[in-house]
């Protein structure tokens, strides 16, 4: 059950239409604008401007960044250009199962399958549980993790966010360059009209790239941050409930609230209906209920 669940995460991940829609239509706006305007696509083709910034920008943000956080903030690109699906249905499914069985037969009876669980943090929280870790020193102990894990991804959106500050900058020192460059030349006025309409790429590459591709991605990155220690306190929530007993509905509903998908369709519908497994569960386990 846990490792199916690991796939189909793993698989039901897609390309994030709305990345690409939003670099094509931003440079379609500019390219657009600048062919109205009668200039040419050659005009803001300059290859020693985009070295310039894309090289300084990049030797910036090494200095101020260490190694493994750089090398973890490019890896964290392909969450920008996908866009998961949303796991926090399925990952309710699974503790749903897992609260079912743990009330059937006692939460030491998940102790094989906590160990076949792909996801870290809920393989060591059900871990935790099954080894009858007192629940708060359960919560504070996987509450810690969430919060390293949040702040480490924090860094790497922090990296791209530093870059779209640096690139304008980078930007200007290329104007200021190209401008030197055409200092050299004042006797021949046209050559210095041609040259400070290329100096000033180099400003167009900085400040473009800064609005169009650093800082999006920083906030893109941040999105899907968010996202994950969702599904992290979702999944906390949902073992906290297991090892109290929760009937499997109750956790169910309780987990509900994290899915915003779920509870936008549960306002559309007239009334809420238990899944039909939820009430056989909750129909086999009423006597015990009772009992208790």
Known sequence: MAQNYGKRRNSARTLDPATFLGIVLALAGIVGGLLLEKGKIQDILQGTAAMIVLGGTLGAVLVTTPMPVFLRAVGALR?????????????????VQFATRARKNGIVSLEDEALE???????KALGLAVDG?????????MEIDISIAEQDDEASAKVWEAAGGYAPTIGIIGAVMGLIQVMKHLEDINEVGHGIAVAFVATVYGVGSANILFLPAAQKLRARIRNAVMLKELTLEGVVGIVEGLNPTLIRLKLSSFDQEAATARRGARGFAPRAEDREHTAAQSPAAAGD
């Open 79 to 95: 969450e920008i250009l996908s866009a998961p699906a949303n796991v926090l249905s399925d990952r309710i499914d699974v503790l």
């Open 117 to 123: 669980v792909e996801d870290p943090f809920l393989r």
């Open 133 to 141: 870790t007192d629940l708060q020193e359960l919560k504070k102990m």
